[in-house]
């Protein structure tokens, strides 16, 4: 069986890792790491499975959002998170489509690691590798 050509094959995603949020402690979540990272982040993680991603260090809750890479920080969703199984694949696929990556690798934990993008419409998709 022949392999997909690396550019055109599908990245391969999971499901979503989680949705960065600014603020909600409340409807069962419970705060399981943090601050970690280079933002620094939260991580709050609920019976259901979701978990939510607190950014720190932004420095007015009535400011607009700013996005992932940029080095000013403000409340409200910064990213989606997709799970995907191996990030560095994606980023050979991602560079052989000539999309440039925002960030990362970064790695989190000896568990998570992930790198950055952005989509035609400048959001910010963090494809998530656990494990």
Same mark, same amino acid.
């Not at 403000?74 to 989606?80: K, L, N």
């Given at each position: 069986m022949q392999r997909p050509d690396a550019t055109t094959a599908a990245i391969p995603i999971s499901g979503i890792a989680h949705i960065a949020l600014r603020f909600y402690e409340l409807l069962g979540f419970k705060k399981t790491a943090g601050p970690l990272g280079p933002e620094p982040v939260a991580i709050l993680n609920h019976p259901s499975g979701v978990e939510l991603n607190l950014i720190l260090n932004a420095p007015s809750a009535s400011a607009p959002n700013v996005l992932m890479d940029v080095a000013e920080k403000? /409340?409200?969703?910064?990213?989606?998170a997709l799970l995907c199984p191996d990030i560095m694949a994606a980023k050979t696929r991602l560079e052989a489509a000539g999309i440039a990556l925002s960030g990362g690798p970064v790695r989190f934990s000896a568990e998570a690691q992930a790198i950055f993008v952005?989509? /035609?419409?400048?959001?910010?998709i963090e494809l998530h590798q656990r494990g």
């Open positions: 403000h /409340p409200g969703i910064t990213h989606v952005r989509d /035609p419409d400048r959001n910010v």
